[in-house]
């Protein structure tokens, strides 16, 4: 999979990607991720690519020309409206992180998972010019919360994105057992001592007993599902 990063900000995807799982999987060249720097698609001199809004009001916004540049240096065209009836997953799929998004859930994160070229768009300030959207197939938003930038976002979501991808998580057994995979909580882990400060771990993990212990770890997925997202199990 190729992800592409739009952003003022590149230099801030620099540790976060040097290091686990993203560089995991680059080095085993499942991900190939860039940074793209918005900046230089600039024709200011300052390199600017944020003006006043028109019609007044607080903020500045980023220009469409400098992003639209950017986007087609990375192969962007059209928006892939017909993507699913058509096929097209090899064509970059465009994503605006962005709080009026969809909000990220696991199905989302397993969808783009299929796309072999990802094209992910922090915007910054008050946001981006409103025509972008023109090429944009989805917004996605990763909370109800407002943060400064769509930088962080698109941390997430590559990182979620990533640990799909076959040959990324080691154990890909692992990664079905988590939260939400399969619409429960994941159940309670243990390790080593038995015993930590008078707390035992439940007998049944002890016991070798597989087929006990899958039936343990079901119950206790659901049991949890039940105490703190009982939404999950009603969907
Ligand atoms: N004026 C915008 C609004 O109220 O909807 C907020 C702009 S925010 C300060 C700047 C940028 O941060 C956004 O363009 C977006 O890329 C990113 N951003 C902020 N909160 C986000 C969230 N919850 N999810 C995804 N992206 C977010």
Known sequence: MKIDILTIFPRMFKGPFSESLISRASRKKILKVDTVDIRSFSRDKHRKVDDRPFGGGVG???KPEPLYCAMRSVGVRKRNNSYKKNNIYRKPYVVYMSPQ????????????AKFGHLVVICGHYEGIDERIMNYVDEEISIGDYVLTGGEIPAMVLTDAVVRMLPGVVKERGSIKNDSFY????????????????????PTVLLSGNHKKIDEWCTKEAYKRTKERRPDLLRK
Do not use: S
């Open 101 to 112: 998004g969809k909000t990220l859930d696991n199905e989302i994160v397993k969808n783009l």
């Open 60 to 62: 500045m916004v980023i």
């Open 182 to 201: 399969d619409g429960l909580l994941d159940y309670p882990h243990y390790t080593r001592p038995a015993v930590f400060k008078g707390h035992r771990v």
